[in-house]
C-alpha cells in the first residue's frame, strides 16, 4: 500500500491531504500494534478486543458513515483502502473491522433517526463490536431458505424468536447481533431484521469452530430459543429484510475483495524480498526465469485486482444503479479472493521448503486465503451473480 492512494481528489485538496493521513495512520497502526501480536493471538486463537477498541478510538470502525453519528465521512473507497492496509499485516482484525462496519450498516442506513441516535455512535466508536446472523444450517447464499422465526408479542411489546444462526463471526465476542429473521411469510418478502443485544436471554453463541485459518476471530453458530427482543430493535420496515441484506452483500463482497488484495500484497512483497537475498548456484534466485516470471504474474495480478475493487468502490460511491453495483462488487470479490489463493500459494513455492513451516508466514497467508474464496458468497456464487448480470 505504499505510496498508494484512493483515486478521486485532485492532488492538493484538503480531501486528498485527509486521505493521505488516513492512510499514513492505517499503515503506522499495521505496523506498529498489528505486526508484533498476530503471531501470538493466532497460535493462542485470541480475540485482540482491545486492539478493536483502539481502532474505534482512532475512528477506523466508522468510516463510511456519518460525521454527525460518529462516523469519518469517508467515501468507500477510501474505507477499503484502510482495510487493504490493515488485512497485509493481520488479516483477522482486517476481518474484524470489515464484520463490525457491515454490522452498523442496517441501522445505518435503515434504521429511524431515533434509533441511530440512541446507539449508532456507541456502535461507530468501537464501544459496541457488532455481528450479522444471516446464514444458518440450511441456508447460506439462499437467503430466501431462512427458518430463523420472529414471532410480534404486541401485549409485551417484544418478537419472540426462534432459530438456529450459522457461522456468525464474532459470535460469542459481539456486545449485539443483527438477527435476519423470518416475520412474514415464505420467501424473501417475509424477512426483517431485528438488532439484538448479545445479553437477550434465550440467545446462546455456542463453541468456536475449528477453523484452518484466521485462528483469532471467532465463528460459531449462535441459537435463539424464545429470545425476546424489544420490537423498538426492529430495523427497517418490516418485511424489508431481504433490502438490507442485499446492500450487506455488496458491501461485503468488496470488503473480502479489499482483505484478498492486503494478503496478496503481502505474500508478494515477502517473497520478493526474500527471492532477492536467497542465493543457488552463486545467484540470487531473482536471476533464474522461474522464479522472476512468477513474481511478475503475481504482481500484475494484484495491481489488476486492486483496480476492480476500487473500480466498483467508485460505483457504490457515486450511486450507480444497485444492479450494476452488485456485479462488479462480485467480479472483484471473485478475481481478488482467487488472486490471493494464487498469490500465497506461490509464495510458498518460492520459499520452497522454508514457505512450508511456520517459522514464515506464508503457509498461514495461504490457509488464510482459502477462507476469502468462501466467505461472503462463495465464488462459484459469485459467478452465478455475474453470469445473471449479463
Request: glycine share 10%.
Amino acid at each position: 500500500m505504499t505510496g498508494r492512494t484512493p483515486q478521486g481528489a485532485p492532488p492538493g485538496t484538503a480531501e486528498a491531504t485527509e486521505v493521505r493521513d488516513l492512510l499514513s495512520l492505517a499503515r503506522e497502526l499495521a505496523d506498529k500494534e498489528l505486526s508484533p501480536l498476530v503471531d501470538e493471538f493466532e497460535a493462542r486463537g485470541s480475540f485482540p478486543r482491545d486492539l478493536l477498541r483502539t481502532l474505534g478510538r482512532v475512528g477506523l470502525l466508522g468510516l463510511p458513515y456519518p460525521v454527525e453519528y460518529g462516523g469519518g465521512g469517508q467515501r468507500y473507497e477510501v474505507y477499503l483502502s484502510v482495510l487493504e492496509t490493515l488485512a497485509s499485516r493481520w488479516l483477522a482484525v482486517a476481518q474484524s473491522v470489515n464484520i463490525h462496519v457491515l454490522s452498523c450498516y442496517p441501522l445505518a442506513r435503515w434504521g429511524s433517526p431515533e434509533q441511530r441516535s440512541r446507539w449508532l455512535p456507541d456502535m461507530l466508536g468501537g464501544d459496541l463490536l457488532g455481528a450479522n446472523c444471516i446464514s444458518e444450517p440450511a441456508a447460506g447464499s439462499d437467503v430466501g431458505a431462512i427458518a430463523c422465526a420472529a414471532r410480534l408479542d404486541e401485549a409485551a411489546g417484544v418478537y419472540v424468536v426462534d432459530g438456529t444462526k450459522a457461522w456468525t463471526s464474532h459470535a460469542g465476542v459481539a456486545d449485539y447481533y443483527n438477527v435476519f429473521c423470518r416475520t412474514g411469510g415464505e420467501g424473501v418478502r417475509g424477512l426483517s431484521v431485528l438488532l439484538a443485544p448479545a445479553d437477550t436471554p434465550g440467545v446462546s453463541p455456542q463453541r468456536p469452530e475449528r477453523k484452518m485459518g484466521v485462528q483469532s476471530s471467532p465463528t460459531a453458530s449462535v441459537v435463539l430459543d424464545a429470545a425476546r427482543v424489544p420490537a423498538d430493535r426492529l430495523i427497517g420496515r418490516r418485511g424489508k429484510g431481504f433490502l438490507i441484506a442485499a446492500g450487506l452483500f455488496d458491501r461485503g463482497r468488496l470488503g473480502i475483495a479489499s482483505c484478498a488484495v492486503g494478503l496478496a500484497q503481502a505474500a508478494l512483497e515477502y517473497a520478493t524480498a526474500y527471492a532477492r537475498h536467497r542465493r543457488q548456484f552463486d545467484r540470487p534466485i531473482t536471476d533464474f526465469q522461474g522464479v522472476a516470471f512468477l513474481l511478475a504474474d503475481m504482481s500484475t495480478e494484484v495491481a489488476a485486482a486492486r483496480a476492480l475493487v476500487r473500480e466498483a468502490a467508485r460505483a457504490l460511491d457515486e450511486g450507480q444503479p444497485d444492479g450494476v453495483v452488485t456485479a462488479m462488487a462480485a467480479r472483484a470479490k471473485l478475481f481478488a479472493t482467487d488472486v490471493a489463493m494464487r498469490a500465497t500459494t506461490d509464495a510458498v513455492q518460492v520459499l520452497g521448503a522454508y514457505g512450508y513451516v511456520r517459522d514464515h508466514p506464508v503457509e498461514r497467508w495461504m490457509r488464510e486465503a482459502k477462507l476469502l474464496q468462501i466467505i461472503e458468497g462463495t465464488n462459484q456464487i459469485q459467478r452465478v451473480v455475474i453470469a445473471r448480470s449479463l
